[in-house]
């Protein structure tokens, strides 16, 4: 059974960074895709940030690409989402999800998901 666990999320100002970590276990993480999706209230879940196994990498340009970095430590079995300069569009609750296929990471078809961390940025 895979199961991802969110942490790092929290209440910033803008302009501020923050660290979402997601821990995975159940699985050979080293093999899986993995990635960050958001959801704002009111709005469709959004594509944030995808890596591969090979730690290719890929952002939503609209919106939080040259702000965001996503990263992976296989040893610790986790993946990370550094976020600077945070903006009060980017307060969403921040998903992270797994899967075999890095297409169905990006899509958000992927087989499992954490349950999400809450990231607030105010004004």
């Known amino acids: 059974q895979v199961q991802l666990v969110e942490s790092g999320g929290g209440l910033v100002q803008a302009g501020g960074s923050l660290r979402l970590s997601c821990e995975a276990s159940?699985?050979?993480?080293?093999?899986?895709?993995m990635g960050w999706f958001r959801q704002a209230p009111g709005k469709e879940r959004e594509f944030v940030a995808a890596i591969s196994w090979s730690d290719s990498n890929i952002y939503n340009p609209d919106s939080v690409e040259g702000r965001f970095t996503i990263s992976r430590d296989n040893a610790k079995n986790t993946v990370y989402l550094q976020m600077n300069s945070l903006k009060p569009e980017d307060t969403a609750v921040y998903y992270c999800n797994a899967d075999i296929r890095y297409t169905r990471v990006v899509v958000g078809m992927s087989d499992y998901w954490g349950q999400g961390t809450q990231v607030t940025v105010s004004s």
């Open positions: 159940g699985h050979t993480f080293s093999n899986y895709a």
